[in-house]
């Protein structure tokens, strides 16, 4: 077997040497060939391409958060190669959906070991950008907005700007054309879900799965912003739905519009402000190495 580690050395603020000095000396042990690829920040996409051609090997690990995931997943469209993640990123939501270990040794060894591979769907925005677990207009994207401009990271961070985006709150129109349905709707938010909570285990639809070939459009009509705040940063679970007026769309392609450019985040990165977004499903587009545990395939 040949292996391609894909790690972000900064992601989650994680000190990645621990682990790569263990997974190097199970790869020497099993007379397991690697390479590893660090990221650097610069023309990263570039150089994965390259020695994803060069190597050409037959599993990918990504080594990193959700950010990482989705890098090393848009990397590998469009090729065979599957690809198993190693969280040790700071929220790590994607992985948590998937019920990748958590501990990140025993996450590649599943790796290494499963003969399991399913169907990840990546979602293309726009033609040009790439989400697989959730994005979203209106109030999540202002937070989002707010934590990566500040050089402070963690709950509290987070907590400034949820705080602050939930005293900000405006109604915005929306019109949205699905597969087989117009809808002209009113919100706070839009979500657009290939999977179901955030990494801040803040559930956002109860019916994603990232591996049906479907994703979800999720409309909030008004955040109980009361709700939210008494129930504790932490620990939302789904009750939290139960208290907000929710639109669930599936489809495999949407069509949304609205009155004037919206901020639109995907997995956790702020992409700019839109006046339209055109969302489809690259059904299956990433093998993805998994495990019984998962409880989407
Ligand atoms: N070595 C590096 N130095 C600086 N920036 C980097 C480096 N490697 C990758 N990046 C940049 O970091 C971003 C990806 O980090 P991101 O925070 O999304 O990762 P992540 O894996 O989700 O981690 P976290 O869970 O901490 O958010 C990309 O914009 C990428 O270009």
Redesign the pocket.
Same mark, same amino acid.
């Given at each position: 077997m040949t292996l391609l580690f894909v790690v +972000?050395?900064?992601? =989650? =603020?994680?000190d990645k040497e621990p682990f790569l000095k263990e997974a190097k000396a199970i790869c020497t042990n099993y007379g397991i060939d690697f390479q590893i690829f660090? #990221?650097?920040?610069?023309e /990263?996409d570039v150089k994965l391409k390259a020695i994803l051609k060069d190597y050409n090997p037959d599993r990918v690990v990504s080594v *990193? =958060?959700?950010? #990482? #995931?989705?890098?090393t997943s848009i990397g590998l469209l469009n090729t065979d190669i599957p690809m198993g993640i190693v969280p040790? *990123?700071?929220? +790590?939501g994607m992985a948590v959906e998937l019920e990748v270990a958590q501990k990140p040794i025993e996450a590649f060894k599943d790796i290494l070991m499963s003969n399991i591979i399913g169907d990840l769907d990546v979602l293309c925005v726009n033609d040009t950008h790439y989400c697989i677990h959730i994005g979203d207009v209106g109030i999540n994207a202002a937070i989002v907005n707010g934590y990566e401009k500040d050089e402070n990271?963690g709950m509290a961070t987070y907590a400034k700007y949820f705080i602050e985006a939930l005293s900000n709150v405006e109604p915005f129109k929306m019109k949205i054309e699905c597969n087989t349905s117009m809808h002209e709707l009113q919100g706070v938010m839009l979500g657009i879900c290939n999977a179901r909570k955030y *990494?801040t285990g803040v559930p956002l639809n109860l019916d994603g799965n990232p591996m049906d070939g479907v994703f979800e459009l999720v409309i909030l009509e008004k955040i109980n912003a009361n709700i939210l705040i008494s129930a504790g940063l932490s620990s939302f679970d789904e009750t939290f739905l139960d208290s907000q007026n929710q639109t669930v769309l599936s489809t495999s392609e949407a069509k949304i519009s609205f009155n004037e450019p919206r901020l639109l985040q995907l /997995? *956790?990165?702020v992409i700019g402000e839109f006046e339209s977004i055109h969302v489809k499903v690259l059904k299956g587009a990433v093998k993805l190495i998994s495990t019984k545990r998962n409880g989407y395939l």
């Open positions: +972000n050395p900064i992601s =989650g =603020g994680v660090k #990221t650097s920040g610069s /990263d *990193g =958060g959700d950010g #990482t #995931t989705l890098f040790l *990123g700071s929220a +790590n990271r *990494g /997995d *956790g990165e």
